[in-house]
């Protein structure tokens, strides 16, 4: 059987067929012999019992009256029959009383005694027994030998007769099969090649040959529908696969998959692009996807796998490609991992996007805010300097002729005597004295000429004061009275920082009470700012709550930033505001401490 399985269906059938015909023929050949020798011997036992009658008949005188000459003369007309052998007829005693026999007689069966069979086949004879009676009384009984042999000469002739026969009838029978098995093998056939040829050239268009209307024709069909939508498919997924192609050239993500148990992979045609290769040009696998990370970027890379969470199925993580020319490529790659059953990676996918260009936007971008950064705290200084020769040309040039002004027309007064002369001097010298007193205060509001004259610590110890008066506040100024090196503009933007964040408190508050604390640790100076206010929320606090005159926490932390500093709020609703600012001192060129204020 399992020789069967492995040829053509042309042999197939015809050795099916001609096993079905062989079966056939030796059926009816072994039946028909069976029958043919059971009739013979029906017909030969019969035959016996008539030619036993009829001696029967003729011997019961002889055995009345005792005369076996007589009997034995009977017996010798059995010569006439050539097939009877041997012939005895017995008295009642069982004692032969008259044979007849022929030199082909066996011996054995000469010497056979009446029994109970009334015949039976033996050495290739049929031996009869018949009981001879005389008005119902047994005198005797007539035993017969019948030689079987031409019966099976007759059997062996037509045995020869019959196999001639069959192998005439299965040769007919192989002539036929070989023919009409065509009817069945030729479309199944057809059909397979058809299926090869679909599968040799991935032509979805082949069709196969329908030539019946039966269930091969009807497979046929099926078959052919089956192209059809497979056809329609293939078209379909040609179409969506140009699209995705498309779609990933565009967005510059390319896809790709691995089974782990074979190891066997397959990347997007985009993915092969991105790393510099033509599509299909290389034999894909993870290790060559890996080769390709940047050096610097592999134990970042490695680092996540070895502590990736396994109940965990995507991560997504930021790295750096080399490409075949050597370039550098920015990638975002986000994968997917897929369990069997039994809690083994059996398959994982992802995709890996270009970001490049959104890098070099970003770096871009960041290069425009340091710019931006650095020209609003150029602009700063700028703006400070500018502040401060105004403020000097308004002390020195306006505020000395005013102070000049005021002293004349006291000297003027003196000399007129006029009531009523005094009372207009007297009030041409008090506006005279307001107008030097909005000078100054225009002074130390435009750049405070303490800051640079007396040192940081008394000008904040000025502010303080000045704060409080305007505001109603209770202000604790303290310093620890180390040495502090910072450069002019730093102290302008120290300076100023502290000014907004006490206006803050003055106006947002809702407290009476503030500190303003100064210390130096190490190479930093640290500036604390508290009060016991009802504080804010410095997350979704916008910076344009605390804008004044475009100076506010935000502005604070953008001056401090550029010039190296950090700026630390700490604050909760009800609960107070702490602002800590810390900027490096200044160090000579020898590397110690300028404490020069």
């Not at 009372?423 to 909005?438: V, Y």
């Not at 709550?545 to 630390?568: A, H, P, V, W």
Request: net charge negative.
């Amino acid at each position: 059987m399992i020789a069967l399985h492995n040829i053509t269906i042309k042999t197939k059938l015809t050795v099916i067929l001609m096993i079905a015909s062989t079966v056939a023929v030796l059926l009816v050949g072994i039946t028909t012999m069976i029958l043919s020798v059971v009739t013979t011997q029906q017909s030969l036992v019969r035959n016996l019992d008539s030619l036993a009658e009829v001696i029967g008949n003729n011997s019961l005188a002889t055995l009345a009256f005792n005369i076996p000459e007589e009997a034995e003369n009977i017996l010798h007309a059995l010569e006439s029959q050539p097939t009877i052998t041997y012939a005895c007829i017995f008295d009642k005693r069982q004692n032969i009383f008259a044979e007849y026999r022929t030199f082909k007689a066996a011996q054995e069966l000469v010497q056979q005694k009446p029994g109970i069979k009334k015949y039976f086949f033996s050495q290739g004879n049929l031996c009869f027994y018949k009981n001879l009676q005389l008005e119902g009384t047994l005198i005797g009984s007539l035993y017969l030998v019948d030689n079987m042999q031409y019966l099976y000469e007759t059997i062996r002739r037509n045995g020869v007769i019959l196999a001639a026969l069959m192998v005439i009838a299965l040769s007919a029978a192989y002539l036929m099969s070989h023919r009409l098995q065509r009817f069945i093998s030729q479309p199944i056939l057809s059909l397979a090649h058809t299926a090869e040829l679909v599968t040799k050239h991935n032509d979805y268009t082949i069709r196969a040959g329908k030539k019946s209307s039966d269930e091969i024709g009807v497979c046929i069909d099926s078959f052919n529908n089956m192209l059809s939508l497979i056809q329609l498919r293939d078209k379909e997924l040609r179409r969506n696969k140009d699209l995705l192609n498309d779609a990933q050239a565009t967005a510059h993500i390319g896809s790709w998959e691995q089974d782990c148990h074979t190891g066997k992979a397959f990347w997007s045609d985009e993915l092969y692009r991105l790393l510099g290769y033509e599509p299909g040009a290389v034999e894909v696998n993870q290790e060559l996807l890996v080769s390709h990370i940047h050096k610097d970027d592999v134990e970042k890379v490695r680092s996540t796998e070895r502590y990736f969470n396994p109940q965990s199925t995507e991560k997504e993580m930021e790295y750096r490609f080399v490409t075949t020319d050597g370039s550098i490529r920015h990638i975002n790659a986000c994968t997917k991992f897929e369990f069997n059953n039994d809690g083994v990676l059996a398959r994982r996918h992802g995709i890996v996007q270009d970001i490049t260009e959104r890098k070099w936007a970003e770096q871009k971008l960041i290069d425009y805010q340091n710019q931006l950064r650095t020209l609003s705290s150029q602009l700063t200084f700028t703006e400070e300097r500018e502040r401060r020769y105004f403020a000097t040309y308004i002390h020195d040039r306006i505020g000395q002729s005013l102070f000049i002004v005021k002293i004349k027309l006291e000297a003027l007064a003196k000399k007129i005597c006029s009531g009523d002369n005094d009372i207009s001097i007297q009030e041409i010298i008090a506006t005279t004295e307001a107008l030097i007193k909005d000078v100054r205060s225009l002074t130390f509001d435009l750049s405070p000429p303490i800051l640079y004259q007396l040192g940081f610590q008394a000008a904040l110890q000025w502010l303080c004061d000045r704060m409080s008066k305007q505001y109603g506040l209770v202000i604790q100024c303290s310093d620890d009275h180390q040495p502090k090196p910072l450069d002019e503009d730093v102290l302008f933007v120290l300076f100023r920082a502290v000014r907004e964040m006490l206006i803050n408190v003055g106006k947002h508050a809702q407290t009476q009470h503030a500190e303003v604390s100064t210390w130096r640790q190490g190479g930093n100076m640290y500036i604390q700012v508290t009060d016991d206010g009802v504080g804010f929320d410095p997350v979704t606090r916008q910076a344009s709550e605390n804008l004044c005159n475009g100076f506010g926490l935000f502005s604070i932390k953008e001056r401090l930033d550029y010039i190296g500093g950090t700026t630390e709020i700490i604050s909760q609703t009800n609960h107070g505001t702490r602002i800590t600012l810390t900027v490096p001192l200044r160090i000579t060129r020898e590397g110690e401490q300028d404490f020069a204020t």
